[in-house]
T-cell receptor, first 114, second 114 residues
Framework: DAGVIQSPRHEVTEMGQEVTLRCKPI?????LFWYRQTMMRGLELLIY????????DSGMPEDRFSAKMPNASFSTLKIQPSEPRDSAVYFC????????????FGPGTRLTVT | AQSVTQLGSHVSVSEGALVLLRCNYS??????LFWYVQYPNQGLQLLLK??????LVKGINGFEAEFKKSETSFHLTKPSAHMSDAAEYFC????????????FGRGTSLIVHP
């Protein structure tokens, strides 16, 4: 398997622009997580999907952030409008809840908002 | 509720020396415990996990960790550090029988000197 795939790997955008991050989980995994990593705040869980349904979105910072999972093989995280404080590395991870919860992380998307 | 504390944001060792990275957890139910490693510009990858079987768990790259319930600890060790072990290490906990959402520690940066 190719592992968790994220695109783009790097994104540079101007404040106010819409940003869409994409994730393809490992085939057969039924849980998907979006994380944000910064030096100041460490690794933060943004949202968790199980069987394509959002289960916990309490970590989504504000209404500017939204996430969807239209099917088992694709998810998006959208920021609209983007702000400089959104600059971070965003990770997608998937897991198979039959495998005692271990997570498989993608390589991340490094977002820079100027 | 569950939480993880990693003692020391940075640990520095000489090549060939013992590596000890500390992790203490809090969980109201028996936990599942994990150590992940993150190399520069990469996502997290699983080193090892404790899932209520043997208390001494062996992982990849010569690392191991011991679950000590009385001390609520899950410290990561390696007898002899290699330069290639330099990375960020994260401890994580999941409450068994609960949600599939892990709580990650803030991470410990391992620095290996030649």
């Amino acid at each position: 398997d190719a592992g968790v795939i994220q695109s783009p790997r790097h994104e540079v955008t101007e404040m106010g622009q819409e940003v869409t991050l994409r994730c393809k989980p490992i085939s057969g995994h039924n849980s998907l997580f979006w994380y944000r990593q910064t030096m100041m705040r460490g690794l933060e869980l943004l949202i968790y999907f199980n069987n394509n349904v959002p289960i916990d979105d309490s970590g989504m910072p504000e209404d500017r952030f939204s996430a969807k999972m239209p099917n088992a093989s694709f998810s998006t995280l959208k920021i609209q409008p983007s702000e400089p404080r959104d600059s971070a590395v965003y990770f997608c991870a998937s897991s198979d809840t039959g495998q005692i919860y271990e997570q498989y992380f993608g390589p991340g998307t490094r977002l820079t908002v100027t | 509720a569950q939480s993880v504390t990693q003692l020391g944001s940075h640990v520095s060792v000489s090549e060939g020396a013992l590596v000890l990275l500390r992790c203490n957890y809090s969980s109201s139910v028996p936990p599942y415990l994990f150590w992940y490693v993150q190399y520069p510009n990469q996502g997290l990858q699983l080193l090892l996990k404790y899932t209520s079987a043997a208390t001494l768990v062996k992982g990849i790259n010569g690392f191991e960790a011991e679950f000590k319930k009385s001390e609520t600890s899950f410290h990561l060790t390696k007898p002899s550090a290699h330069m290639s072990d330099a990375a960020e290490y994260f401890c994580a906990v999941i409450a068994s029988g609960g949600s599939y959402i892990p709580t990650f520690g803030r991470g410990t940066s391992l620095i290996v000197h030649p």
